[in-house]
């Protein structure tokens, strides 16, 4: 279970969050909804631990990120791509990641096989197309089998093959027990997929409940994004 | 919260191993001293590890580039990130990352000084000489990488901290080594009074230690503090 | 052919939005100024404008930066978060003549040394001058001409070689390591006199007065600085046709 109390983050004079609430539950998939630079990234890199927060707290199963042993066995994340050095090849990238979590060997290769990356261990990350690169950070987030999935707009770049396979880990993992918070801008695959949403605008929290709570009042889950974050309606598709 | 010392020293040294560029350099630069060696132009009667000392100036880069790349590699394709979220408590990461790439360049500098020393030998030179001169040069060579690794976790890149390095190394010691007699505060002068000391009333052998310790704990510790406080 | 003005605009616009072009700039002015005083002050150099020419080593330097970072910023991966693309991309898509893309890059990058060896020169004269009194040599301007045109060769140099690298680590380390004052081709020259002819150490008499130079027999300043410019067009050729051929 995550959760994020009152965070908030300035830069400066620039404020990015302002008292973010959130939680995401074990057995749901909870979806993370706004703008771009609405703060969605800056929340969860807060939440990993990669960036320190001006105010209030964000920890995984009542800790801090930094304070987990293993924190790829509790916490499997991918932001922004694989982040992997280009030169190195597939395989070797896993291995390392694997070994510093002390996550077995052989779990390279069946994340590999899970993500349907099998054939490219050898490659070269560079020579990854964009979808290719994501599948790969999605393999990293599953290596140490985690409770809780954390994933940035993890359908960016993706084919329609891996959008459904996405889509089907998803909700596999939540209804497995484990917990799912995603952030996306792509309200199809967010209705598709999410139990919960949190909406945010302009670093501050605008929305979050249930999906049927957030669409209420609205035609749609669209609709209903436009209104929370105060942009005009959209006229037509 | 128990660091995994152990698991962390494994990971860098994996990432080490699995970096072309690393192995190609490592490889080079043992290649290298024994071509220095022969071409050093060395007085007559000079022993084998007095030879190689000599190429050390050359020599160092190759240390020089190991350690830049063990940081400043992290800075490429944004793996900093993935390497903060597998292993999240700083200290922790940067005392494993500096000690996987001590063994490197110990592993490295040993070899290439081997390599050097047993064609200087096979050479011209009458004997190996001294095991504290040998000593000395992959002290030497084994702190630049490591002072290299930490500028380029301060500096979060690959080249500038080895244009940096490159031109004090072959720019700014040469050129303050004619003009004063202090440049011995070099770091890589100091390195030299390791293996190559002037004789007479000149600094000594551990001058030389003590001004490269105090290079190593000064830029360690910028480097420490700022990853430590930065933002990933 | 109009459009390789706007080729060069937009090259030198490119260049000299990079940081490291005024690192590499400040390092060609600084440097030489600064060694030039304190070579003056230690009274190693009675003469101002000799003193001048002996820091010339030092711009060699930046020159080299410039000539790297020109080439090798097109190649830099872009954040993971911005799709990861190359500026390579970007630039080819403007400009797909390949061949004219290197010659603007060329032209710009003479440029910017051509003004940084001005700054420097003259600066550093004044503050020889200032310290060191009156003073004049003849053949003078034509040897700082003569160090310009070694920085200018030398930039080029490594804008070429950054084209075949698509990589600053191995020119940076080959040419900071030969271009200046602790030279390895120095040492293979004791040991295979044809290695005059290597670049750097053909032009060296295109500053250095034979008198101060330790190195015995080096080709004269003319001849120096006609193998220099050869290899320099020589690499040059090869980096564009290897820009021609090669996929992006």
């Given at each position: ?5 009152k ?41 990993l ?34 982040g992997a ?18 996550i ?24 990854f ?32 093959e ?27 695959e ?28 609205h035609?749609?889950?669209?609709d ?14 | ?22 192995l ?51 800075y ?112 890589d ?13 000149t ?30 | ?14 260049l ?18 600064a ?26 330097v ?5 000539g ?5 910023g ?21 400009m ?28 550093a ?33 490594a ?8 990589s ?70 090869v ?10």
């Amino acid at each position: 279970m995550l959760s994020i109390e009152k965070l908030g983050k300035r830069r400066g004079s620039r404020v990015i969050l302002a008292d973010v609430d959130l939680r995401a539950e074990p057995g749901k998939v909870t979806a993370f909804l706004g703008p771009n630079g609405a703060g969605k990234s800056s929340t969860l890199r807060i939440l990993l631990g990669l960036d320190r927060p001006t105010s209030g707290t964000a920890l995984v199963h009542g800790r801090a990120y930094r304070s987990l042993r293993d924190p790829l066995r509790t916490v499997g994340s991918m932001l922004d791509g694989p982040g992997a050095h280009p030169s190195r090849t597939a395989r070797a990238h896993l291995a390392w990641i694997a070994r510093s979590n002390g996550i077995p060997r052989r779990r390279v290769a069946e994340v590999l096989e899970q993500v349907g990356l099998a054939a490219h261990g050898r490659g070269r990350v560079g020579g990854f197309s964009l979808g290719m690169g994501r599948r790969l950070g999605l393999a990293a987030a599953l290596l140490g089998e985690p409770e809780a999935l954390v994933l940035d707009e993890p359908v960016n770049g993706l084919d329609a093959e891996g959008v459904r396979r996405l889509r089907g880990l998803v909700r596999a993992h939540a209804a497995d027990g484990g917990t799912v918070l995603l952030s996306s801008h792509l309200m199809g695959e967010v209705a598709a997929v999410a139990d919960d949403v949190v909406v945010i605008s302009g670093g501050r929290v605008v929305a979050a409940g249930p999906l049927s709570d957030v669409t209420r009042g609205h035609a749609s889950l669209e609709d209903a994004y436009f209104a929370l974050t105060g942009y005009e309606r959209a006229e037509g598709a | 919260m128990r660091p995994r010392l152990p698991r962390i020293v494994t990971a860098e040294l994996l990432k080490l191993a699995t970096l072309p560029v690393v192995l190609s350099t490592g490889v080079a630069t043992i290649a290298a001293a024994p071509v220095l060696a022969a071409l050093s132009g060395a007085a007559a009667g000079t022993h084998a590890f007095g030879i190689v000392a000599g190429t050390v100036p050359f020599l160092q880069v190759g240390p020089i580039l190991l350690g830049v790349l063990a940081a400043g590699g992290e800075y490429t394709g944004g793996q900093v990130r993935t390497t903060l979220t597998a292993m999240p408590r700083r200290l922790p990461v940067l005392a494993g990352k500096s000690a996987a790439a001590l063994l490197v360049l110990l592993a490295t500098g040993t070899a290439a000084a081997a390599a050097g020393a047993v064609t200087a030998r096979s050479g011209r030179a009458p004997a190996f000489g001294s095991v504290h001169v040998a000593m000395g040069i992959v002290a030497h060579l084994v702190a630049m990488g490591l002072l290299a690794l930490a500028l380029a976790v301060l500096l979060r890149s690959v080249l500038r901290p080895l244009a940096a390095l490159l031109t004090l190394v072959f720019v700014a010691s040469p050129l303050l080594g004619g003009l004063t007699e202090k440049a011995y505060l070099l770091p890589d002068q100091a390195g030299r009074l390791l293996h190559d000391p002037l004789p007479g009333t000149t600094p000594g052998t551990w001058t030389g230690v003590v001004v490269l310790l105090a290079w190593l704990t000064g830029v360690g510790a910028a480097a420490t503090a700022a990853f430590l406080v930065r933002d990933a | 052919m109009t459009r390789i003005r706007h080729v060069v605009a937009a090259e030198l616009s490119k260049l000299l939005s990079l940081p490291s072009t005024a690192v590499a700039f400040a390092a060609m002015v600084l440097g030489p100024v600064a060694v030039t005083f304190l070579n003056a002050r230690n009274a190693a150099y009675t003469d101002p404008a000799q003193a001048v020419l002996s820091a010339a080593p030092i711009g060699t330097v930046g020159a080299i930066v410039l000539g790297v970072v020109a080439m090798s910023g097109e190649y830099r991966s872009g954040p993971q978060e911005s799709g990861g693309g190359r500026q390579i991309t970007s630039t080819l898509t403007a400009m797909p003549h390949r061949a004219w893309l290197l010659v603007a890059k060329a032209i710009v990058v003479v440029l910017l040394v051509a003004v940084a060896a001005a700054f420097a020169f003259l600066l550093a004269l004044v503050c020889a001058h200032h310290v060191l009194g009156g003073g004049e040599a003849g053949g003078v301007p034509a040897r700082l001409f003569g160090a310009a045109a070694y920085w200018a060769f030398t930039a080029l140099i490594a804008l070429a070689v950054t084209v075949f690298t698509r990589s600053g680590i191995l020119p940076l380390i080959v040419l900071i390591a030969n271009g200046s004052l602790v030279s390895l081709s120095y040492l293979l020259f004791k040991v295979a006199p044809a290695a005059r002819y290597l670049p750097d150490l053909a032009g060296i008499r295109l500053f250095a007065d034979e008198d101060h130079l330790a190195m015995a027999d080096a080709l004269d300043p003319v001849t120096g600085g006609l193998v220099m410019g050869a290899w320099t067009t020589g690499l040059l050729a090869v980096a564009a046709l290897v820009l021609h051929r090669r996929d992006a």
